[in-house]
């Protein structure tokens, strides 16, 4: 699959290579332009190119990667309607996210009791969002090899057929999807803060 990411960071070089080894192909973009990312999908390396937000809107599943206060201008101008979108954004109030406790407990807060993907889906009416990708540092999950632990990433969504797809797609990279259900159950569960977030799921560190 073509596989668009909206925000070039830590996100979309760790995700975006794990999609790059299995054989996908992504379209990466940012806020100030394709060339600026010319080092970033050189160091990707072959099936990665830069380009903008709306060409990576325009791919079969879109990831939106950038800093909860960078969302709202993220997803702006673009017609959401019919496309696929994962959120694999935290809604941390910080310009620099703060993910001690203290920080977590004041950004969800800030939210005053509303669920983070539910504001993505205003802000990207008609978008088949799938919340996913975004439960655990991206540190955790840096072997790319063809023997990498199966590690556990979770997803939630409203639209059954968007999700079903995702899913497909994260448990092609050798990764393993697991589904929590609707936005409304599965993000209480697996957004910033909840329950199921930041818990490094694999074999390998449960035998330890
Ligand atoms: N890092 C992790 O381990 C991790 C794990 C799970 C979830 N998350 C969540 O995933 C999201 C991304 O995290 P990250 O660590 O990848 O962040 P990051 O490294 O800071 O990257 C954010 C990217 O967003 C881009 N951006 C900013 N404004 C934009 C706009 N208007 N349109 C398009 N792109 C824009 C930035 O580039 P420009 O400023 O050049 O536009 C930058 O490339 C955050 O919400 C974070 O909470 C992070």
Redesign the pocket.
Do not use: K
């Given at each position: 699959m073509n596989i668009g990411f909206?925000?070039?960071?830590?996100?979309?070089?760790?995700f975006g290579r794990h999609l790059l080894t299995a054989g996908h192909t992504i379209v990466v973009?940012?806020?100030?332009g394709p060339a600026?990312l010319a080092d970033y999908v050189a160091d990707l390396g072959p099936g990665a190119v830069a380009r903008t937000?709306e060409q990576a809107a325009e791919c079969d599943i879109v990831i939106l990667?950038?800093?909860?206060l960078?969302?709202p201008?993220?997803l702006k101008g673009i017609d959401w309607r019919g496309r696929i979108l994962i959120d694999?954004?935290?809604?941390?109030i910080d310009p620099v996210?703060d993910i001690s406790l203290a920080g977590v407990t004041r950004s969800r807060a800030a939210l005053k009791g509303r669920r983070s993907s539910e504001m993505v889906a205003e802000m990207a009416a008609g978008a088949r969002l799938v919340k996913s990708?975004?439960?655990?540092?991206?540190?955790w999950i840096q072997d790319f090899s063809p023997n990498k632990p199966r590690t556990v990433i979770f997803t939630s969504g409203d639209d059954g057929e968007a999700k079903q797809l995702v899913i497909e797609l994260i448990n092609s990279t050798g990764l393993v999807a697991i589904d929590l259900g609707p936005l409304a159950m599965g993000d209480a569960m697996h957004d910033?803060g909840g329950p199921l977030s930041g818990l490094d799921l694999h074999l390998i560190h449960r035998l330890r």
């Open positions: 909206i925000g070039a960071g830590n996100v979309t070089r760790t973009s940012n806020s100030r600026t937000r990667a950038t800093n909860w960078n969302v201008e993220a694999a954004t935290n809604a941390h996210p990708i975004s439960n655990m540092p991206m540190h910033v």
